[in-house]
């Protein structure tokens, strides 16, 4: 059995981590946090930060789910804690990854750090990074709900960056940088959708000689996300490292 704590309780996504957690058999909710309250009728305690839980509980592991202006001071206080942590909260620099990754490794602990939790998202990514070995020219739209704080999602830029790290990689930029043209990250536009109604949504395209290739998945409710929490909590106690990607995990 593997001690729980989760961040961002009161959010979207915390509350239904936090209620799929505690339906585990291997798993158990132990503490909340969140200015805000708890998740609904969840027995875990709440408290309005990570420094007031591990005051008062002890567990085996945390999962990060608060907002981008938090994570890092959230996701380090649980490391020097010796809390291995799952984070899904995007927003994270590059700078603050290597801090992050230098602090779990002091601390003999494992970090995963994961854009998109379900399945179908990761492997769109292993799919689009093999086709960027192929079609030099490519772009991305990304669509969320309204409330979704940023803009372009950690998703999209994760997507990005495979494909132009995948080996062979054809990718190159195109000319002009007109400002409707999205955000120009790794070689690759983004276009990012903000719109009530939708939860997340991502098409890759790729550009070639009279073709277009289309590469999309939907995420039509937020239960499509849980079983990639799972995955992450179950191995993040077995490792000593930092893992970037829930794709690292699959195999």
């Not at 704590?5 to 239904?16: D, E, N, P, R, S």
């Not at 309250?37 to 999962?63: D, H, I, K, R, Y």
């Not at 010796?82 to 602090?103: H, K, S």
């Amino acid at each position: 059995m593997t001690d729980v704590l989760v961040t961002g309780a009161a959010g979207k996504m915390g509350a239904m981590s936090a209620q799929t957690i505690a339906a585990q058999d291997d798993l158990r909710l132990i503490a909340l946090v969140d200015p805000r309250g708890g998740a609904g009728a969840s027995a875990a305690p709440c408290f309005p930060g990570v420094e007031q839980a591990l005051a008062l509980t002890s567990p085996q592991a945390a999962l990060e789910f608060s907002v981008p202006a938090a994570v890092f001071d959230n996701t380090r206080m649980l490391l020097e804690a010796g809390v291995p942590t799952v984070v899904g909260t995007t927003g994270l620099l590059d700078d603050q990854v290597g801090v992050l990754a230098e602090t779990a490794a002091a601390h003999g602990v494992g970090l995963v750090i994961v854009p998109n939790f379900a399945l179908g998202a990761v492997l769109l990514m292993r799919f689009a990074g093999e086709a960027a070995r192929h079609y030099e020219h490519a772009e991305i739209i990304e669509l969320h709900e309204a409330g979704k704080l940023d803009a372009p999602s950690g998703t999209s830029l994760r997507t990005a960056r495979l494909m132009a790290e995948a080996p062979g990689s054809s990718l190159r930029d195109l000319p002009g940088d007109q400002p409707s043209r999205g955000l120009a990250a790794d070689h690759v536009h983004i276009h990012s959708v903000r719109l009530p109604g939708v939860v997340a949504h991502q098409e890759v395209l790729f550009g070639g000689d009279d073709e277009v290739l289309t590469l999309r998945h939907d995420s039509l409710s937020r239960r499509s996300f849980m079983s990639g929490v799972l995955l992450a909590l179950r191995r993040v106690t077995g490792i000593k490292e930092t893992v970037v990607g829930l794709e690292n995990l699959l195999d």
